[in-house]
């Protein structure tokens, strides 16, 4: 009877080992793949468009999820464009016009840099699991890894996209392609993951293409040039007078 027991025990126990995470478990694990107390980023923009292509180099410091600044360092006519994120506030500077511009409303659409990313996505919370619900559907192989394909579902209303499709790396827990949805069902953008690379125990994209698939041209590739996580970032930078210095 021991026996008996012990075995379906061992039975039951494997089951349970061998079952797949929960999609809140996986999400989870992109956010803590991603997100860090302090980061110092530099980064290449290129804007593929249907005429002609751009391209800009920027460098931002982010602390956690609610603080972010980005200084745009090329070319010449972007040089000295400065972006801060407080919470849900953001205002850009132009060194062009000396103006600081709060970016709210229907302006937070807008592109950033005639780019396939708007003020709307710079805004957004970058921990998934605060803003959706999220479902395991299936597992599909992507360029040889394998992945699972999460369904996300906006918690709550006024986020940005309502429904989300995500290929995470099974291995990496690194999403290599996502899907944006508006409520209505209407495919709006796209993000492929064309490479990456691990720094520390963590895998980040090292290129990545964001499509805006309402949009004419090719779409934009973004390239981390380089960053490094756990920084000592100085106060200053998060305040409005830095957007002057």
Known sequence: MRKLVLFILLISCSFLYGQEPSGKTILEKVDANYIAENRKVISTMVIKGRRSTRTLQAQS??????????????PAREKGTKML??????????PS????????????????????????????DPKLSNMYNAELAREENINGRDCYVLELSAKKEGIAYYRRKMWVDKERFLPLKEELFAKSGKLLKRLVINEVFKVG?????????????????????????????????????????????
Do not use: C, Q
């Open 61 to 74: 410091w982010i602390r956690g999820i609610n603080k972010a600044f980005t200084e745009y360092l090329s």
């Open 85 to 94: 994120k407080l919470g849900d506030k953001l205002w850009i500077y132009s």
């Open 97 to 124: 016009t000396d103006r600081i511009i709060k970016i709210a409303g229907h302006m937070l659409k807008r592109s950033v840099m005639g780019s396939d990313l708007s003020y709307e996505d710079y805004m957004e």
């Open 201 to 245: 125990k963590r895998w980040y994209p090292k290129k990545m293409v964001f499509k805006d698939v309402l949009k004419k041209g090719a779409g934009t590739e973004f390239i981390i040039d380089y960053i490094e996580f756990d920084v000592k970032i100085p106060e200053y930078i998060f305040s409005k007078a830095s957007l002057r210095r």
